[in-house]
């Protein structure tokens, strides 16, 4: 059983930073994907960030790039989100999903593709 257990989140002043982190376990390979997804009070889920465990590109929303970073450790099963920069239009729950497929340029936004999701953490930006 894929087991995805999230850390990190919080609290900070607009221009802060913090660091999230996503742990899997129940994997066999390290061919899958992980993604940083988000979701406001009255939006839709929204993907943040999109890795292949394996290496590879990492793929990000426009909405965070040049501000967020993702990274696979060398065990293939934790997906870091470092975010700098913050805004006040970050605040969201956050959550890690996992999906047997890999990652690619078009796909790794569509949360329906996700078999797996962590449970959540709050990321609140005030001003």
């Known amino acids: 059983q894929v087991q995805l257990v999230e850390s990190g989140g919080g609290s900070v002043q607009a221009g802060g930073s913090l660091r999230l982190s996503c742990v899997a376990s129940?994997?066999?390979?390290?061919?899958?994907?992980m993604g940083w997804f988000r979701q406001a009070p009255g939006k839709e889920r929204e993907a943040v960030a999109g890795?292949?465990?394996?290496?590879?590109?990492?793929y990000y929303a426009d909405s965070v790039k040049g501000r967020f970073t993702a990274s696979q450790n060398i065990a293939g099963n934790t997906l870091a989100l470092q975010m700098n920069s913050l805004k006040p239009e970050d605040t969201a729950v956050y959550y890690c999903?996992?999906?047997?497929?890999?990652?690619?340029?078009?796909?790794?936004?569509?949360?329906?593709?996700?078999?797996?999701w962590g449970q959540g953490t709050q990321v609140t930006v005030s001003l």
């Open positions: 890795a292949n465990m394996a290496g590879g590109a990492i």
């Open positions: 129940g994997y066999t390979s390290h061919n899958y994907c």
């Open positions: 999903a996992a999906r047997w497929s890999l990652c690619l340029g078009g796909s790794w936004p569509n949360n329906k593709e996700y078999n797996y």
